[in-house]
């Protein structure tokens, strides 16, 4: 079992070089005449066209970066059934003058779509059947996936879409890989959902403006081992088709020794416009262990006019068999919670549920407050202290006076609950953990979340 990184993106043409040197007896570690320009990176592809014999376009896949030094692993050549092709090192693929012929990197898979495909392939090209496969994102262009359904993993050990580290956003929207869809993912239907177990979806922008698909990230089936972080999914208004309009939303069953983690998320201005229910994080059935820390909500608004179908930062109501833990979280609704259709935390299950450190600006509906001895009610959106909450705008971080600084719980290092918003790590500071999804409090932070170390000079 190994780990395989394949690239997604829009740019298929990233760099086009020479071999220079090669050695090795596949994989193979080439030197480039030139070093290849533009963000070349591992799990990118390396195609080459023969043009001295079997004229066989070879792919390669790029495993390695060290200095000058580019392994890649031979994955197919294809000729077209003329004639029978094979692994051939990239050095002695040639050009009709019988040079070394000049290759071309690009990106594995062009869209998300794509990758899940081959995800759910039985017989994959780019990886083994028992490997830990990752999907890694570049910002070459917004994605327009609409919906994209993880639904056999087949034998693979586990399953990450995430995003390449340098083109990670900031903690706020625009900055980092953008899921934008243009299309309608159909009644009910998420833009990314999993019923596979061991996945994981981590670092995007899930941006609604320009769609009125009802769903951002959706988990179905059993979904053990299945984890939810550090991304941003914001500005789904209108009118849902069925069933409301929610950020984040489990209808999967579970088994009670299943757990799934919903880590270090923002989530804003998720508003239903006529008569259904709108949430930021809906837990739906789940029968295991679901654990919700470290997650920013804010603007969640219905105009619904009943008690049923409400607006809820976030919603859990399992069986009897689930296991809620709801820590450090910010419940903030923006508008005041007069009505029985606006809540903070609305626990409708019959599980066991151990809620604590939270926040909810929730003022006057007790029963949906923040519950436990450590959390925060009753507060204002000014004691939250966004840095920018302009409607287009948005910057979640935590402004200096936020009450929520400090004022979380230590929930330690498992599925990298303790990594925020911005990539800091939580525990590597001298202070007291943050409620939200922004760790804001840590020697030589800025107001807008961004980390930086002052070294002097002694």
């Not at 012929?101 to 869209?111: H, L």
């Not at 320009?210 to 939810?228: A, E, S």
């Not at 239903?272 to 809906?282: F, R």
């Not at 019959?350 to 519950?371: F, H, I, K, P, R």
Request: charged share 15%; proline share 2%.
């Amino acid at each position: 079992m190994a780990t395989t990184t394949v690239s997604i993106g829009s740019n298929q043409s990233i760099s086009t070089v020479t071999p220079s040197s090669c050695s090795g007896s596949g994989p193979w570690t080439v030197n480039f005449s030139s070093t290849p320009s533009g963000n070349v990176a591992v799990g990118d592809i390396y195609v080459a066209q023969d043009e001295s014999s079997s004229f066989a376009t070879f792919t390669f896949l790029l495993t390695a970066i060290s200095g000058s030094d580019y392994t890649l692993k031979y994955l197919s050549c294809d000729d077209g059934g003329m004639m029978s092709c094979g692994s051939t090192s990239p050095c002695d693929i040639y050009d009709s003058f019988f040079s070394t012929v000049a290759g071309t990197f690009k990106r594995a898979f062009s869209t998300i779509t794509l990758f899940e495909a081959m995800v759910d392939d039985a017989s994959p090209t780019y990886w083994g059947s028992t490997d830990d496969v990752v999907g890694e994102c570049h910002a070459d262009s917004a994605f327009t996936d609409s919906r994209v359904q993880f639904t056999n993993k087949q034998s693979l050990a586990s399953v990450k879409l995430t995003v390449n580290s340098d083109d990670r956003h900031d903690g706020t929207a625009g900055n980092g890989v953008v899921i934008r869809p243009t299309a309608y993912a159909g009644s009910d239907n998420g833009i990314i959902e999993s019923n596979i177990d061991n996945f994981i979806v981590e670092w995007f922008e899930l941006d609604f403006t320009n769609t009125n698909t009802t769903k951002g990230i959706v988990l179905r089936g059993t979904n053990d081992d299945n984890i939810i972080r550090n991304n941003i999914l914001h500005s789904r208004t209108g009118s849902p088709t069925a069933n409301g309009i929610f950020a984040i939303h489990v209808v999967a069953t579970g088994a009670s020794s299943d757990t799934l983690s919903i880590l270090n998320n923002i989530i804003y201005d998720w508003r239903e416009t006529s008569d259904d229910t709108a949430s930021g994080i809906n837990i739906n059935q789940w029968a295991g262990t679901v654990n919700i820390y470290n997650n920013t909500v804010y603007n969640i608004e219905s105009e619904n006019s009943g008690s049923t179908k409400a607006a809820t930062c976030f919603r859990f109501n399992g069986n009897a068999n689930q296991v809620a833990n709801v820590k450090n979280n910010i419940a903030s609704l923006l508008i005041a919670s007069t009505a029985a259709e606006h809540r903070a935390y609305w626990d409708t299950g019959t599980g066991t549920s151990n809620v604590d450190y939270n926040l909810s600006d929730d003022t006057t509906n007790a029963t949906y407050e923040a519950q436990g001895a450590n959390s925060l009610k009753d507060k204002t959106l000014a004691q939250i202290d966004f840095v920018n909450t302009a409607a287009g705008s948005e910057d979640l971080h935590l402004d200096t006076d936020s009450v929520c600084r400090e004022a979380g719980v230590d929930l330690g290092t498992t599925n990298g609950v303790n990594i925020d918003i911005d990539g800091v790590d939580r525990d590597a500071t001298d202070v007291t953990w943050d409620i939200g999804a922004d760790q804001a409090s840590e020697a030589g932070a800025d107001t807008t979340g961004k980390a930086f170390l002052i070294f002097l000079d002694t």
